[in-house]
């Protein structure tokens, strides 16, 4: 198995530190302050290594003089305060690009049946390895039996196995996968309002109880063994 340094989940994206960051009220002056921000979320956007986009946090809470005795909440608050550039960046634009007019031409059911493939553009904002998690999740392609598969969704099942691996420790990932969602639905709201409208109307859903029932976070999880698959091709 390929070897990975980084952890599943970032300790500033913690409901925890983030609920103590949310607490914390801070105006970001134009300049430097944001300038570091967007470069957050340039790491992010570019699913960056661990140790870069923990130095760019590190640099922009200093410069923005977060006074918390956490580190991790110091941390919390500059990640988030990068989501609405996150939200701006190109990648996360050209992810949407087609969506709306598709959105355009369905009647407002069938957007919000479809419309979870809209948080797979949120999967740079969990600030997750996510390499490892597509290499887990075509691992679990792989080892699929072959025999007897016809028919049977593989990819699916090996995205509802990832949900559950990506919160062996809490529901943090997809609570960070919706608070990016709602600053992504206010950031898009002008230009592609359906978009932002359908991601409103998902969001307004209680979040499931177990992770392979959330379609939100099961798009997300089925948009990394797809991406892992589209780039090594079917194991079988």
Not at 13 to 22: H, K, S
Not at 24 to 44: K, S, T
Not at 90 to 115: C, F, K, Q
């Amino acid at each position: 198995m390929a070897e990975h340094g980084l952890e599943p989940l970032s300790p500033f994206t913690t409901a925890g530190a983030l609920e103590r960051a949310d607490a914390i009220e801070l105006e970001v002056p134009r300049g430097e302050p944001r300038l570091l921000l967007a470069a957050v979320a340039e790491a992010l956007a570019a699913r960056a290594p661990a140790d870069e986009l923990r130095e760019r946090l590190t640099t922009a809470a200093d410069r923005l003089d977060v006074s918390a005795e956490d580190e991790e909440v110091r941390l919390a608050l500059a990640y988030r305060l990068a989501l609405p550039y996150l939200a701006r960046d190109a990648s996360i634009r050209e992810a949407l690009a087609d969506v709306e007019p598709l959105l355009g031409a369905m009647d407002e059911e069938e957007r919000v049946e479809r419309g979870p493939v809209l948080a797979r553009a949120a999967a740079p904002a969990l600030a997750v390895d996510l390499e490892l998690l597509k290499d887990e999740g075509y691992r679990y392609v792989a080892t699929f039996p072959p025999e007897g598969s016809e028919g049977v969704d593989v990819v699916g099942k090996a995205a509802a196995w990832l949900t559950r691996r990506m919160t062996v420790d809490g529901d943090d990932a997809r609570l960070a996968l919706r608070r990016f969602l709602a600053v992504l639905a206010e950031e898009v709201e002008i230009e592609m309002p359906l978009t932002a409208a359908t991601v409103d109307r998902l969001l307004e859903e209680p979040m499931p109880p177990h992770p392979p029932k959330d379609v939100l976070f099961l798009a997300l999880a089925r948009g990394l063994v797809e991406e892992a698959v589209a780039e090594r091709g079917f194991p079988w």
